[in-house]
């Protein structure tokens, strides 16, 4: 896949907000991946910056902003990875708008939980599955005590944590701890990357509708038009791995 890297930078190439005299910017991520680069919008740091405010941000002394910093880049090399994986490509239109959206999809609205293991009409996997109760799983726990943890619930209390935080290391560690926790009975990294290939997955079902409403984004479905045909042909294996016999 090559090499993944993202730099923050002040961009001062936008016209600036001027304040008692001083120029603020924005802060912008530059993502580099496959000899294709884009750069996009801090989410992290989502405010308005002057110079002397960046350079502080970004003093490796300053503990606290340099770990913010760290997140966000590992956030957005995990989703560019998952995207290069699916597609072969580093597609920076695409790249953009599951970036621009991540945040304001939550663990909540996906259809993660269960599926009846059916493709093209053929029974696959060996049983049901249902990945929110212990005993028609693999791992022998639920995962929705997982989504209602009190850190999942901080960005929204009705809908858990976005899919933008979802895959920042810090929840992927969380849900690491939460499985040795609670004795999971799978393979802990095997059942990690099952779970997030759900997330991702359903998550394409969210963007489809919100690409099909947006003109800045809309060639996006004809572009990927297969794929998202397929999405739920994509999921099914993953609950079928997980699969128990009834």
Same mark, same amino acid.
């Given at each position: 896949?090559?090499?993944?890297?993202?730099?923050?930078?002040?961009?001062?190439?936008?016209?600036?907000?001027?304040?008692?005299?001083?120029?603020?910017?924005?802060?912008?991520?530059?993502?580099?991946?496959?000899?294709?680069?884009?750069?996009?919008?801090?989410?992290?740091f989502?405010?308005?910056y002057?110079?002397?405010?960046?350079?502080e941000?970004?003093?490796p002394?300053?503990?606290?902003?340099?770990?913010?910093?760290?997140?966000?880049?590992?956030?957005?090399?995990?989703?560019?990875?998952?995207?290069?994986?699916?597609?072969?490509?580093?597609?920076?239109?695409?790249?953009?708008?599951?970036y621009?959206?991540?945040?304001?999809?939550?663990?909540?609205?996906?259809?993660?939980? #269960? !599926?009846?293991? %059916?493709?093209?009409?053929?029974? +696959?996997?060996?049983?049901?599955?249902? &990945?929110?109760? *212990? =005993?028609?799983?693999?791992?022998?726990?639920?995962?929705?005590?997982?989504?209602?943890?009190?850190?999942?619930?901080?960005?929204?209390?009705?809908?858990?944590?976005?899919?933008?935080?979802?895959?920042?290391?810090?929840t992927?560690?969380?849900?690491?701890?939460?499985?040795?926790?609670?004795?999971?009975?799978?393979?802990?990294?095997?059942?990690?990357?099952?779970?997030?290939?759900?997330?991702?997955?359903?998550?394409f079902?969210?963007?489809?509708?919100?690409?099909?409403?947006?003109?800045?984004y809309?060639?996006?479905?004809?572009?990927? #038009? !297969?794929?998202? %045909?397929?999405?739920?042909?994509? +999921?099914?294996?993953?609950?079928?791995? &997980?699969?128990? *016999? =009834?």
């Amino acid at each position: 896949m090559g090499k993944i890297s993202v730099r923050h930078f002040l961009n001062t190439n936008l016209k600036p907000y001027i304040i008692n005299g001083d120029r603020y910017f924005s802060i912008y991520a530059l993502i580099t991946a496959i000899r294709q680069n884009t750069k996009v919008k801090s989410k992290a740091f989502s405010e308005y910056y002057t110079e002397n405010d960046f350079a502080e941000i970004v003093n490796p002394e300053n503990k606290e902003d340099s770990e913010i910093l760290k997140n966000e880049e590992a956030t957005i090399i995990n989703i560019a990875s998952l995207l290069i994986h699916e597609f072969d490509v580093f597609d920076t239109t695409l790249f953009a708008a599951v970036y621009n959206y991540y945040q304001e999809i939550y663990i909540f609205d996906l259809d993660i939980e #269960s !599926t009846d293991l %059916m493709v093209d009409g053929k029974q +696959i996997g060996k049983g049901k599955v249902n &990945l929110f109760r *212990k =005993d028609k799983n693999k791992m022998g726990l639920g995962i929705d005590k997982f989504f209602i943890e009190p850190y999942s619930l901080k960005e929204n209390q009705s809908k858990g944590i976005s899919v933008f935080s979802w895959f920042s290391p810090m929840t992927q560690e969380n849900l690491r701890i939460f499985l040795e926790n609670n004795n999971c009975q799978y393979n802990i990294h095997r059942s990690i990357e099952i779970i997030n290939k759900l997330v991702f997955y359903s998550s394409f079902n969210k963007l489809n509708w919100i690409f099909r409403g947006s003109k800045k984004y809309g060639t996006l479905i004809e572009k990927y #038009s !297969t794929f998202f %045909m397929n999405i739920d042909t994509k +999921i099914r294996p993953y609950f079928a791995e &997980l699969s128990i *016999k =009834d």
